[in-house]
């Protein structure tokens, strides 16, 4: 990576405000339903407790419009706590006098939590004041919020202006592994992309068309390539306005050879319910009135072995309503393959990590990144705002001590 990280840097003693992406899912109940964000995050908070750091962690957890008491950090900071093996102290704000003062009389290794960044009105806009209010609780700005990189928040890039500003292990990690998925990849080269956008994944498929081999598509966004294909799709979900860019991107793989495969078959349901009527058909033959919800078994097959060649494998979306039942078979299939196969497996955060969880087959797959729409931005080609606003491994680091 081009950027300074917490190696690159002298922490002994410093308080380090480190960026976390903690927005992990909740229970209704509000515990922790799966921690895997917070695992990853561990390795930076660990190294800067064994220099001697004082460590100010601050993170988002969902899209509260003003405080949220449902999404407040207490029961982040609970398990992070219990994985770490030390106290994690919670605070109720995110900057006020007191927590200035608190963060001042620190001992090095002390780790302290602020309230949900995102309780602010400054954090989204950006807001140079409150990125100087967060600024000045700390000597050095630590970047570790790989899933939270590409937004231009006051906690991801306007602090960076104030302080020294270095990556934290798993951002540097993120980044330097998707940057071999583009740079190097082992051929065959094969992306799966499912889930149910296509106006999220279009960058990313034309991005794609420059570079992998073969690129096999599923979930709720083939309707629309199915549809731009002149094939009729009952109720299936189709984005209208993309069916133009779909077109394209039927005719750039043309272009450039890439096999671009849609499903040739798909199980359809008379409505969008696990007890709905459903069945398997050819996509020619999707009824009026049904909806897609899965690949058929054909696909699958056909995926497999497509899959079978590859040396690469990126996967990023499910390819039907994996949560219901009747339409799981798709992405539990295709999972099972991504994760028996010997290539490099890389899988793009979010639903598609889910699964893997469900499946218990997160322990098979090379790389999982924590980040679903920052690994996306990032492999689309367009730079992520919390790298871009870090310093340059070259630049030299000037304390501004009190
Ligand atoms: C995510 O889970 O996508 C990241 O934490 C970023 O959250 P956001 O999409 O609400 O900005
Ligand atoms: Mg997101």
């Known amino acids: 990576m081009e950027k300074k990280t917490i190696r690159d840097i002298d922490v002994s003693g410093k308080r380090v405000l480190v960026r976390v992406d903690l927005n992990v899912p909740l229970s209704e109940t509000g515990e922790v339903q799966d921690d895997t964000r917070i695992r990853a995050v561990l390795p930076t908070i660990n190294y800067l407790i064994s220099r001697s750091a004082k460590v100010i962690l601050v993170s988002h957890l969902g899209r509260p419009k003003g405080v949220d008491e449902k999404l407040r950090l207490d029961p982040v900071a609970q398990s992070l706590s219990g994985l770490l093996g030390k106290e994690v102290h919670k605070v109720d704000q995110t900057v006020s006098e007191d927590i200035e003062r608190l963060a001042e009389s620190l001992d090095a290794g002390d780790v302290i939590l602020l309230e949900n960044v995102r309780f602010n009105q400054g954090e989204k806009k950006n807001d140079p004041e409150f990125a100087k209010k967060l600024a000045q609780l700390a000597d050095v700005y630590v970047n570790d919020a790989f899933g939270t990189a590409h937004r231009a928040h006051a906690s991801v890039v306007g602090v960076a202006q104030y302080l020294p500003a270095v990556a934290g292990l798993l951002l540097a990690k993120e980044v330097d592994a998707l940057t071999h998925l583009l740079e190097d990849p082992e051929r065959p080269f094969c992306a799966v992309l499912g889930g149910n956008k ?112 590859a040396r690469t494998i990126f996967w990023n979306g499910p390819m039907g309503v994996f949560e219901m039942k009747p339409f799981s078979y798709g992405t539990e299939e295709i999972a099972k393959t991504i994760a028996n196969s010997s290539a490099d497996t890389i899988v793009g955060g979010g639903d598609s990590d889910a699964a893997l969880r469900l499946y218990d087959l997160e322990d098979k797959i090379s790389y999982i990144s924590t980040g679903g729409g920052a690994s996306l931005k990032m492999l689309e080609g367009v730079p992520l705002h919390g790298v871009e606003a870090l310093m340059n491994k070259e630049e030299s680091v000037i304390f501004h001590s009190k």
């Open 198 to 309: 296509v106006s999220d994944k279009i960058g990313v498929i034309n991005r794609f068309l420059d570079i992998v081999d073969c690129l096999l598509t599923g979930g709720g966004m083939c309707f629309t390539f199915l549809k731009a294909k002149g094939l009729k799709i009952g109720k299936s979900v189709c984005e209208t306005e993309e069916i133009d860019h779909a077109r394209e991107m039927l005719a750039k793989a043309e272009e450039n050879g890439v096999e671009l495969y849609l499903p040739v078959d798909v199980v359809v349901a008379d409505e969008f319910s696990q007890q709905a009527n459903h069945k398997t058909v050819a996509v020619e033959d999707i009824p009026e009135g049904w909806l897609g919800l899965d690949i058929g078994p054909r696909t699958v097959e056909m995926y497999k072995k497509a899959l079978g060649r």
